[in-house]
Nanobody, 120 residues
C-alpha cells in the first residue's frame, strides 16, 4: 500500500511560481514513476510530469516543458513540482500518483489533490 499526500497549492497571479510537494509513505522501485496530473473543472485529468525515484527517467507534457521542473527529495521521500511562469490555463486540482506512462489509468495510487488557481 502506497499513500501519497500533496501540499503546496494556492492562489497566484499569472507569471508567478508555486512549488508542490508529494509525500510518499514508501519509496517504490524504479519500475514505477511518481507522476503529477491536473484536472480543470469539467475536463479530464491530464498528465503534467513524471519521475522515477533515481531521477533517471523524467517526462513532461509539452504544455509545461521549460516552465515546470520535477524532482525527488530522497531524504524527505517527496516528489516536488516547481512551477514557474504560471498561466491561467495551469489552474486545476493537481494530483500525484504512482504508476507508469502518461495515461492516468496506468496509475493505481493517488493522493487527494491540491488546488492551484492562477489569476490573470
Amino acid at each position: 500500500q502506497v499513500q501519497l499526500v500533496e501540499s503546496g497549492g494556492g492562489l497566484v497571479q499569472a507569471g508567478g511560481s508555486l512549488r508542490l510537494s508529494c509525500a510518499a509513505s514508501v519509496r517504490t522501485s524504479n519500475f514505477y514513476v511518481v507522476g503529477w496530473f491536473r484536472q480543470a473543472p469539467g475536463k479530464e485529468r491530464d498528465f503534467v510530469a513524471a519521475i522515477n525515484w533515481s531521477g533517471t527517467l523524467i517526462d513532461y507534457a509539452d504544455s509545461v516543458k521549460d516552465r515546470f521542473t520535477i524532482s525527488t527529495d530522497k531524504a524527505k521521500n517527496t516528489v516536488d513540482l516547481q512551477m514557474n511562469i504560471l498561466k491561467p490555463e495551469d489552474t486545476g486540482v493537481y494530483y500525484c500518483a504512482r504508476g507508469n506512462g502518461r495515461d492516468a489509468s496506468r496509475y493505481n495510487y493517488w493522493g487527494q489533490g491540491t488546488q492551484v488557481t492562477v489569476s490573470s
